[in-house]
């Protein structure tokens, strides 16, 4: 986290049914709007939740068991949109991809005729670290008339998103990632269109995901329930801080240090895998070693990384380059990794 973002934390919570907080939202609506190029007629849910409620709201605010979807499997967090549609009793089809398979268009194919309703994707497979190419995506939906649905929460930060661009209809976001504060917040930004054929007429089936009260809420900068208030104060802070640096520049930021540390990498002969990846992170392949690297690296050196679970356990371990990393942290893992693997 950054030590602006401590500082805030730091201090009392202020009541929040007031002008000054209300004034504080209409300024993060616009702020967040402009990060990610969403038009103004775009709406922003700022949901008190983790990321995988927001990835549960979207759905259930959009669609129904009427409908029949497309999820993008490439791991973990492209199975808990399956997951989802499971328990909702929404039909859908899977595009499932082994570790070391790209999403191509061949992949689309055999889907290119028009019985689906919406795709679902997480666009940076924060699992294994798998970017996902979004202009073939955003392409095939508009050819077959999907609703584009994005999940974010692995990329936004680190890797260019272009809502408008991409004919994005909804894109969800969570604070404790690229955006380094504390976890309670999901943003979720919704296209004019997705809102107005769906979410308004729809129903969420559910009191508290239901987008209608959020969006009118926001009209005048409120959440309709508690929102998790001291995360927002320092959402507010990250992104006028951001708007400063420029999304662009933030993004150059972390890619530079995502290749510095992976041509390092290369060199000292560790593998990393030939798919494109997220600038979010590195995930080093060290079969059958990954956990004892993880559990290594944290107990003899005080370096926390990103362990897998499942089948992907033995095989990687994911380095961060999100938040305020220097390159000195990332001297300091590789000469720990060098130090480890010579008695593994
Ligand atoms: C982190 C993450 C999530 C959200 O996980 P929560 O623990 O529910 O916040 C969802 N999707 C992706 C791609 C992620 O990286």
């Avoid at 004919?167 to 917040?185: E, M, N």
């Avoid at 972390?254 to 895998?273: D, N, S, T, W």
């Amino acid at each position: 986290m950054y030590p602006e973002t401590l500082k805030i934390a730091s201090k009392q919570l202020p009541y929040f049914r007031t002008q000054e907080f209300s004034n504080m939202m209409l300024e993060n609506e616009v702020l967040f709007q402009e990060s990610i190029h969403a038009p103004s007629k775009a709406k922003t849910i700022f949901l008190t939740a983790s990321g995988t409620a927001a990835m549960e709201a979207v759905i259930m605010n959009c669609f129904t068991g009427l409908d029949r979807l497309l999820v993008i499997n490439g791991g973990n967090f492209g199975r808990r949109f399956e997951e989802i549609c499971e328990v909702h009793g929404i039909p859908f089809d899977e595009v499932y991809l082994d570790f070391d398979e790209l999403l191509t268009e061949e992949k689309l194919n055999p889907f290119e005729e028009k019985k689906h309703n919406g795709l679902l994707v997480n666009l940076h497979e924060t699992s294994n670290g798998k970017l996902y190419d979004i202009h073939m995506l955003s392409e095939f939906c508009k050819r077959n008339g999907l609703y584009l649905i994005v999940d974010a929460i692995g990329s936004y930060g680190a890797d260019s998103i272009d809502f408008e661009g991409d004919g994005i209809d909804a894109l969800i976001v969570s604070s404790q990632k690229a955006l380094a504060l504390s976890p309670g917040i999901a943003i979720i930004a919704i296209s004019k269109k997705l809102y107005e054929e769906r979410i308004s007429k729809k129903g969420s089936g559910c009191l508290y995901f239901d987008f209608t009260l959020y969006v009118e809420n926001q009209k005048r900068g409120q959440t309709p329930f508690t929102p998790a208030v001291g995360t927002l104060l320092e959402l507010h802070e990250r992104l006028k801080q951001m708007q400063q640096i420029g999304m662009l520049q933030m993004q150059r930021e972390i890619q530079e240090r995502a290749l510095q540390f992976r041509e390092y990498l290369l060199k000292r002969g560790f593998e990393i895998p030939g798919f494109p990846l997220s600038n979010a992170i590195t995930p080093v392949i060290l079969t059958p070693n990954a956990k004892k690297m993880y559990d290594r690296l944290k107990e003899e050196f005080g370096l926390v990384v990103t362990p897998n679970g499942g089948e992907l356990e033995k095989k990687i371990i994911r380095v961060g380059h999100l938040g305020c990393l220097k390159w000195e942290d990332y001297e300091k893992l590789l000469l720990a990794m060098e130090r480890i693997r010579e008695s593994l």
